[in-house]
Every structure is written in structure tokens, then in C-alpha cells.
């Protein structure tokens, strides 16, 4: 079994500054050698996801834009992609957007903007996605997205953002088993909850966090750098029998029953 990745090349899209959970996918994979290309929602992204990548130690990374929420700006960014380097072995898709009002209260509340704004950015870019990925990934490969707990049980202030990941997950699993004809690996990490720029926008986060610190099995939560190895198994040839698969990196509260 071959650990590095020094002849594989992945998108990591998602990266907003030091704390994004694809940050901490980034520099995992890094380590193991990976050449790495960034993608940033929009042009005040580029400075910070630069500087950042200025910091890794491995090969020199590529930048490009692409805004998830337009079908031509993903088909420009991967067209750029394919032009400058050619076959990618994977894609980590780190990317959710929800309007803040809709992350308190009750769920019943949901306006129909609301909702379909949180499915477009959060869910259907993981189909666009993998559908502009797929012609680059001519040796197979490995695409990984980001979901929570809250897609499968009710969290108090997730609300919209449940929905959506529930309606990521299946698209996960529906893509893993149009891609694996090709090769390709569709999966999922459920990460518990770590405080990130999004998270912020989730009502009484804190209480979250506190929670899994009291209740979760490992009794405290889980970080970036913890996301970044699961990331590196998924993306990488050691799971190499694995699709379809959410693998709950949240030191194990999903297991728990209501006390
Ligand atoms: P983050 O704010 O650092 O990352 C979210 C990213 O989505 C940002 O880089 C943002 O620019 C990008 N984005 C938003 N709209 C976009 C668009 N239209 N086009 C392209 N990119 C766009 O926060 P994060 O917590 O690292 O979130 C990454 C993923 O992890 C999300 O899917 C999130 O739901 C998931 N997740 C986070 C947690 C957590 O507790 N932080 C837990 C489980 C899952």
C-alpha cells in the first residue's frame, strides 16, 4: 500500500480562512505530498486562500473562482482546470450556505427562498460538481463531501440546513452509484460540530458544542486536523472498497440514543 499522494492531484473548494474544515483537508493531504488546487466562492477569497496555501510545504497549489451557484462559473472553473493540469484524482467539496435567520427558530418558518437557497449552494453543487469533475477523473478517483449529524435527526437551530444535508447525503449516495461504473468514489464525512465561520451562523452554537463535550462517547469535540486524516482515508486508495458511505467523524455522539 502506497501512503503518499505525491502523483495525485485534488480540488479542494471550500477553503475560507485557517479555521475551514477544508483547510484542515488540505493540509492533511499535503502532507502526504498531494498537489492541490484551491477553489474560491469569489475574487475576496483569492488573497486569504493564497496566503494560506503559501504555508503548506508540498507542491505549489492553483487557484481558480468558482461560485457553486452558477452552473457556468463551475463549467469555467473546471474547464480552466482540465487546461492546466489535466487528469485530477479528486475533489473535496466543502461548501454550505444558508440565509442566518433560517438557523433559529423553528423549521416551519423556512420562507421558500430560504429553503431553496440552502439546496442550491449546500446540496445540488455537489451533483454540478461532480458532473463538471467527472471527464478530469479519467484514472478513477475519490470525491468527499461535508455533512452533519442534523441531516439525519432533528438539531434545535439547524433547521434548513438539516434538510439540505439530508438532501446532500442522498445525492451522495445517488452519484456514488452513477460514478462507480467509472471508478469513481462518492462519500460523505459527518463532522461534529467545530467552530468555523459557517458554524457561527448556526443559533446557540455553543450549547452544540457543549453537549458533545458532556454526552459524546469520546467526551470532547473533534478538530479540523481529525477531519483532514478521515479525509485523507476517503480521498485516498486506502479506502479503496468504500462508496456511498457517511463516516460520522464526531467522536461517536451519532451513536447515542435520547437520554
Ligand atoms: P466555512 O465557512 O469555513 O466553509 C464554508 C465554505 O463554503 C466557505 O469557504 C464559503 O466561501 C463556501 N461557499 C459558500 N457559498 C458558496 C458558493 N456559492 N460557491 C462556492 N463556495 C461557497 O465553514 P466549514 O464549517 O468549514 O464548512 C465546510 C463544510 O463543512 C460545509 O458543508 C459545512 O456544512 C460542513 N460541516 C461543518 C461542520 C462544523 O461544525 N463546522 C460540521 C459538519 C459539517
Not at 438557523?103 to 463538471?132: M, P, Q, W
Request: hydrophobic share 40%; aromatic share 8%.
Amino acid at each position: 500500500m502506497n501512503f503518499s499522494l505525491s502523483d495525485k492531484t485534488f480540488v479542494i473548494m471550500g477553503v475560507a480562512n485557517k479555521r475551514s474544515l477544508a483547510w484542515g483537508i488540505a493540509q492533511a493531504l499535503d502532507k502526504v505530498g498531494a498537489r492541490l488546487i484551491f477553489t474560491y466562492v469569489s475574487e475576496r477569497f483569492e488573497k486569504p486562500v493564497k496566503q494560506l496555501a503559501e504555508t503548506l510545504k508540498g507542491q505549489s497549489s492553483l487557484f481558480y473562482e468558482c461560485d457553486v451557484s452558477s452552473d457556468q462559473s463551475i463549467k469555467d472553473a473546471f474547464a480552466k482546470i482540465e487546461a492546466e493540469v489535466g487528469t485530477i484524482h479528486g475533489v473535496a467539496h466543502c461548501i454550505a450556505f444558508a440565509e442566518r435567520d433560517d438557523l433559529k427558530g423553528e423549521f416551519v418558518d423556512t420562507s421558500r427562498d430560504g429553503f431553496l437557497l440552502a439546496h442550491n449552494i449546500s446540496a445540488y453543487s455537489l451533483v454540478g460538481v461532480t458532473r463538471a469533475a467527472k471527464p478530469l477523473m479519467t484514472e478513477g478517483g475519490s470525491i468527499l463531501t461535508l455533512t452533519y449529524l442534523g441531516g439525519e435527526r432533528v438539531v434545535q437551530n439547524y433547521n434548513i440546513m438539516g434538510v439540505a444535508k439530508a438532501s446532500l447525503d442522498a445525492s451522495m449516495k445517488y452519484l456514488a452509484n452513477d460514478l462507480g461504473k467509472d471508478n469513481i468514489r462518492v462519500n460523505a464525512i459527518s463532522a461534529g460540530p467545530i467552530r468555523t465561520l459557517s458554524a457561527k451562523g448556526v443559533g446557540d452554537f455553543n450549547s452544540i458544542l457543549n453537549e458533545i463535550e458532556k454526552k459524546a462517547p469520546l467526551r470532547r469535540t473533534v478538530t479540523q486536523e481529525e477531519v483532514g486524516s478521515s479525509a485523507y482515508y476517503l480521498l485516498s486508495d486506502l479506502s479503496q472498497g468504500v462508496t456511498g458511505e457517511i463516516i460520522h467523524v464526531d467522536g461517536g455522539y451519532s451513536i447515542l440514543g435520547l437520554a
